[in-house]
């Protein structure tokens, strides 16, 4: 899923390449793709892209005439720009916007499940949108710390804490395992009972948002790939050894995800229990 450094880049690829593009037409080709009607999609016909920027994991693209397309990528969306239109079979295809010298800005979603949506609304209104009103802190730039400290002063586990967007925006489960990995934090820890120096430590370690964006800065093109190099040192790295200490990575699975960690460096030593029902069968 793209989080924060991945849109970020994103957002700042995009705007730098389409800055002044003019509209030519529209079309949703996912069914379920625009979640508004008014004003419809193709109010943005004739209009030019002002910018694009993001808000938490959500891109948004500003086009003048005070509207603003606010884009959720869910798990598998991509906000990408290309030269030519694409093929109305395109299957990947969910919003498509078609600017002028035959390039086009598509939405699309690598998956069969048509979860990516976007709204179509006048610029002032973005804010208070659902999904932007109910936003935690940005986790990047890291916020102060007492916000950090408010955000987290809760009963609940680190991984999905630091996951809910309303405590903290941006962070989804790949860059989770990274922060808590930086800060030495364990991912089953409860919020409420971090010392002072451990919210220190879990405040530092928003750091690594920042310098995944400084890496993309570094290798990426004009254009962002379907897949980007992410700088990752644990998530989905279990059997390989932990870049800090050389303890093997392990790692929790869930139905759809895994948390990874390292023992030494975040749990004191202890494997945490595997939850797959083939180590229970064994």
Known sequence: MPELPEVEITARRLGAALAGAEVESTLALGMVAMKSIDPPLAALDGRTVQGVR????MPVVNFSGELSLLIH?????RLQAFDKRASLKDRRSRVLIRLAGGHELRLREFGTRQRAWAKLLPAGEVAAEEMVSTL????????P????????DQPRHLHPLLRDQRAIAGIGRSWVD?????????PFRKGSDLEAEEVDRLHDGLAVLGGAIDHYEDVIGERVPDKLPMPLR????????CPRCQTTIEAVYFAEHQTNYC???QTGGRVLKDRRLSRLLK
């Open 54 to 57: 993001r808000i938490g994991k």
């Open 73 to 77: 990528l869910m798990s598998a969306g």
């Open 136 to 143: 935690g802190p940005e986790a990047w730039p890291p916020p």
């Open 145 to 152: 710390l007492a916000a950090v400290a408010a955000a987290i």
């Open 178 to 186: 990274e922060v808590l990995w930086e800060a030495r934090l364990a």
């Open 234 to 241: 644990v998530h989905r790295r279990e059997g390989e050894p």
């Open 263 to 265: 023992p030494e460096c």
